[in-house]
């Protein structure tokens, strides 16, 4: 238990489809983000929120929209999914987000297939 | 090229053996992480370190800043130490942005 909870944890959706991810953190940390990891693939992280200020969007497909109303909360609005965004998404929160190297702690995951 | 690679990319080991996998980077980094994937997918972090090395239970990491090098070594393995071990960088000013490898599938078998 890191203290990071996701849900769902798996999710199956069409591709007309609209859900939302949720991520919850327990540990008093003010950054949080959003990471994909499709199979054989490096981790991709995909924003980050400082404070509840999107501070970094890595290029991410406007599709999946984030959106965080609280330094404890996160969530991942996904709508018209492509079969190609089936994959992992963790969710993780550490201290401070840019300024300094901090330990993040990750979620378990959701496991998302688009059908 | 990656900017972080990892060696090697699967290793299968009998339980008892001594482990090591290796990281390298091409980067300047502030810190180095390793990190823990069981089948699961939750990711647990093992180490954050800059310089030299450090010791939990049965795993050491080290760090060799100069050779850009790290490794992460596990003692008297055990079959629970299955999982994907990540290493991951925080390049340069970036503060916390972590920049990944592909992972090393490790596989202990009793």
């Known amino acids: 238990e890191t203290g990071v909870t996701q849900t769902p944890r798996h999710l199956v959706m069409g591709m007309t489809n609209k859900k939302s991810l949720k991520c919850e953190q327990h540990l008093g940390h003010n950054a949080m983000y959003w990471y994909k990891q499709s199979a054989k693939k490096p981790l991709e992280l995909m924003f980050v929120?400082?404070?509840?200020?999107?501070?970094e969007n890595n290029s991410v497909p406007s599709r999946f929209s984030p959106e965080c109303p609280n330094s404890s909360h996160l969530f991942l609005h996904l709508h018209t999914l492509q079969p190609e965004d089936s994959a992992l998404y963790l969710c993780a929160s550490s201290q401070r987000p840019l300024a300094d190297p901090y330990e993040q702690y990750f979620g378990p995951g959701t496991r998302l297939t688009v059908t | 090229k990656n900017e972080v690679e990892q060696s090697p990319q699967n290793l299968t080991a009998q339980e008892g053996e001594f482990i090591t996998i290796n990281c390298s980077y091409s980067v300047g980094i502030s810190a180095l992480h390793w990190l823990q994937q069981h089948p699961g997918g939750g990711i647990v972090s093992l180490f954050m370190l800059s310089s030299g090395k450090k010791k939990h239970g049965r795993l050491i990491a080290t760090i060799n800043i100069q050779e850009k090098h790290s490794s992460l070594h596990i003692t008297a393995s055990h079959p629970r130490d299955s999982a994907v071990y990540i290493c991951a960088v925080s390049a340069g000013t970036s503060g916390s942005r972590l920049t990944f490898g592909e992972g090393t599938q490790l596989t202990v078998n009793p």
């Open positions: 929120y400082n404070f509840k200020e999107q501070t």
